[in-house]
């Protein structure tokens, strides 16, 4: 059954994973807030891509920086000139528009009206003041992306981590883009978070960094559940960014359509050459086995956090029918891998009565590391079914049986079948269960 992206906003809303902003006062267009389930999602999924990239690479390591930068850092990368789309008006019934955005040029999108104002350049960063009063402030901007404190900072962290080239630097952070048209839930938003790695390479380097990222990261989107027939890689061909020589998007079929989630990137000695020279700073890295000196190239991952969570959730959403045609029964599941579920394990006691054996086994797999609820409100099928719409892999249930034989019955989320597990085993099967689910799904 095909996503339907009203069904899945309202899910998501419903069960607490992502609603407007500022809902009370009537949302503010562009902004998005995470409830309980959704932040547990998205700091899986980020925890995940931090595994991937740093803590398994001895070659790349990773910082935290401020989100205002010193306002020349956006001179030097070329943001405050031309980091602009291109903005249309319609003068009849006021909407804004990208131009390149508009099914039809000259033809506003709401009304259909052709009394449209002259295609103008848009600056997408966001500006504020630093500064106790006006005279002495200054403005500044909120980054339109992480990339450029790695660049800022790269002879810090190469000389503090003493790490030889090719070597990465990480970043998870917010960033800012005030977007004509924020659309398509969290899609496009006006603040968003990005996960980047910049790649350091000798330019003489014989090794293709570029294809070799571009694969590794085909990789981490299959083991987050993807099959490989719903993502695109996409070259760019000769439309490139001001500051790229080549560029490739990873595209995942979203219900609207085939969408950029990731963006690799050789930026070549851009950056460097632009810091080097707006800073006064030498930026040059000097080889030991050459004895060359010279800019570093750069291959860069970048992946919105935001993005790759709405492409998550709807792979994972699906609705089936239960019962038949004519007397449906219909249940709502998001078959999230394991390792990103919000909630992992469920243990549910069959009866009240059965409580706090229950909940002390509940507490026993939380302290093992697990995301764990203990729910014990309704009949256990409707709890079962509320377990599937916010995506838990695994309800253990307790039951009257289980203070006998000390063991459970384990149901799984996707098939529905139950199995019998010994209560002394079950942190083990369920931790060999979650790792298997890292494996690519092909
Ligand atoms: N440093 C390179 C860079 O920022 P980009 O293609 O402009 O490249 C990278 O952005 C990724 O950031 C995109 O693939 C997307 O996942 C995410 N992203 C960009 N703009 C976004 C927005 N307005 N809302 C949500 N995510 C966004």
């Not at 070799?212 to 070259?235: H, I, S």
């Not at 579920?341 to 797999?365: D, F, G, I, N």
Request: aromatic content about 12%; hydrophobic content about 35%; proline content about 4%.
């Amino acid at each position: 059954m095909a996503v339907d992206m009203k069904e899945l906003t309202a899910l998501c809303k419903r069960r607490g994973f992502i609603f407007q902003s500022s809902e009370i006062y009537g949302g503010i267009n562009g902004f998005w807030d995470y409830g309980p389930y959704g932040v547990e999602l998205k700091n899986a999924i980020k925890q995940f891509w931090w595994r991937e990239i740093v803590h398994t690479r001895p070659d790349v390591v990773g910082q935290d920086a401020s989100i205002i930068m010193h306002p020349t850092v956006w001179k030097a990368s070329g943001h405050e000139d031309g980091f602009t789309d291109p903005m249309v008006d319609c003068r009849d019934c006021k909407s804004r528009f990208r131009a390149d955005q508009l099914e039809e040029p000259g033809k506003c999108g709401s009304c259909g009206s052709r009394n449209m104002t002259e295609v103008r350049k848009f600056n997408l960063m966001l500006s504020t003041s630093v500064g106790a009063n006006a005279e002495s402030s200054t403005t500044a901007y909120l980054r339109p992306e992480t990339a450029q404190a790695i660049f800022v900072n790269f002879k810090t962290i190469q000389k503090t981590s003493r790490k030889k080239l090719p070597f990465g630097i990480a970043q998870i952070g917010k960033a800012f883009r005030n977007e004509i048209t924020p659309r398509n839930f969290t899609f496009r938003s006006r603040e968003f978070e990005q996960m980047e790695m910049q790649y350091f390479i000798d330019p003489e380097d014989k090794v293709d960094h570029f294809s070799n990222w571009a694969e590794l990261r085909k990789g981490f989107f299959t083991k987050l559940g993807f099959p490989l027939e719903k993502l695109r890689f996409k070259d760019h061909g000769q439309e490139l960014a001001h500051y790229a020589k080549r560029a490739m998007d990873i595209e995942f079929e979203f219900p609207f359509g085939w969408q950029e989630v990731e963006g690799i990137h050789d930026r070549g000695d851009f950056d460097l050459t632009q810091h080097a020279q707006f800073a006064g700073e030498n930026m040059e890295y000097f080889d030991e086995d050459s004895k060359r000196k010279f800019v570093p190239h750069v291959v860069e991952t970048s992946i919105g956090a935001d993005r790759v969570t709405l492409a998550v959730l709807c792979e994972a959403y699906s609705v089936e029918n239960l019962g038949t045609e004519a007397e449906p029964d219909l249940r709502t599941v998001l078959r999230f891998k394991a390792h990103i579920a919000p909630v992992q394990v469920a243990v549910l006691p069959l009866m009240k009565k059965l409580s706090e054996p229950a909940e002390a086994l509940e507490r026993e797999l939380n302290a093992q590391g697990f995301r764990t609820e203990f729910d014990v409100t309704g009949q256990i099928g409707k709890r079962y079914r509320r377990y599937d719409e916010i995506g838990t892999p695994y309800c253990v249930t307790f039951d009257f049986e289980s203070l006998e034989d000390q063991a459970v019955t384990v149901r799984f989320r996707d098939s529905m079948e139950q199995v019998r597990i010994p209560i002394s085993g079950l942190s083990e099967w369920l931790r060999k269960e979650i790792h298997q689910s890292m494996l690519p799904s092909l």
